[in-house]
């Protein structure tokens, strides 16, 4: 059984590109979520994907975006990059998508992103 | 809006004590508290996670309790080793999806 991988892991973009993260999820997971971790802080919330559609959305601005395709891998993709974008971005999958609260989530290592 | 603290910001103590770490949280309609474990520069790993009916979740050396009507939430780690220097977050999902709401975390130092 393998984890959730992530790729690249690490990049560094200057201010204004786009930049597109990628995360395999766990074997037998349908749903994948996106967290944003900045240095010594928590992660937070940016959405989730359960059955190629985006199911649940935290504060974040619309220039962040993602897909989900058919064999559960997902993208994070993020437009017009400014200098706060600098971070950790975590990607977790889980088996259920629904709203019960009852997920464990399995986490990646994670995509560390400089933006200069 | 539910906002997720957690005391203290830094441990540092000797192998072989028993340690709490405290986590709280603003609103008490939760589904679920989760503890995690975060190391140098990799993603995190769940340790426990406690349903809004439980008061308790235990995983050999580790505890977690629950309190929703105090919003406190404590990881008691016994016998502590090198091995458990680590961050600890905990996260509350209080939105469902897997919507988790996460503290800055504890940083904790076991020194042999």
């Known amino acids: 059984e393998t984890g959730v991988t992530q790729s690249p892991t690490h990049l560094i973009k200057t201010r204004g590109q786009q930049v597109t993260l990628r995360c395999s999820s766990q074997?037998?997971?349908?749903?994948v979520s996106w967290y944003q971790q900045a240095l010594g802080q928590g992660p937070q919330f940016i959405f989730q994907?359960?059955?190629?559609?985006?199911?649940g959305r935290g504060n974040f601005p619309p220039r962040f975006s993602g897909l989900q395709f058919p064999n559960y891998s997902s993208e994070l993709n993020v437009n017009a990059l400014e200098l706060d974008d600098s971070a950790l971005y975590l990607c977790?999958?889980?088996?259920?998508?629904?709203?019960?609260?009852?997920?464990?989530?399995?986490f990646g290592a994670g995509s560390r992103l400089t933006v200069l | 809006k539910q906002e997720v603290t957690q005391i203290p910001a830094a441990l540092s103590v000797p192998e072989g004590e028993n340690l709490v770490l405290n986590c709280s949280f603003t609103?008490?309609?939760?589904?679920?508290l989760q503890w995690f474990r975060q190391d140098p520069g990799k993603g995190l790993t769940s340790l426990l996670l406690?349903?809004?009916?439980?008061r308790e979740q235990t995983s050999g050396r580790l505890n977690a309790s629950l309190d929703k009507s105090s919003g406190r939430s404590t990881l008691y780690i016994a016998a502590s080793q090198p091995g458990d220097s680590a961050t600890y977050l905990c996260?509350?999902?209080?939105?469902?999806?897997?919507?988790?709401?996460f503290g800055a975390g504890t940083r904790l130092a076991v020194h042999p």
């Open positions: 996260a509350a999902n209080s939105g469902g999806y897997n919507k988790l709401i």
């Open positions: 074997s037998g997971h349908n749903t």
């Open positions: 994907y359960y059955r190629e559609e985006e199911n």
């Open positions: 406690i349903q809004s009916s439980q």
């Open positions: 977790a999958s889980s088996l259920v998508g629904l709203p019960t609260g009852a997920n464990v989530l399995t």
């Open positions: 609103d008490s309609a939760i589904y679920n």
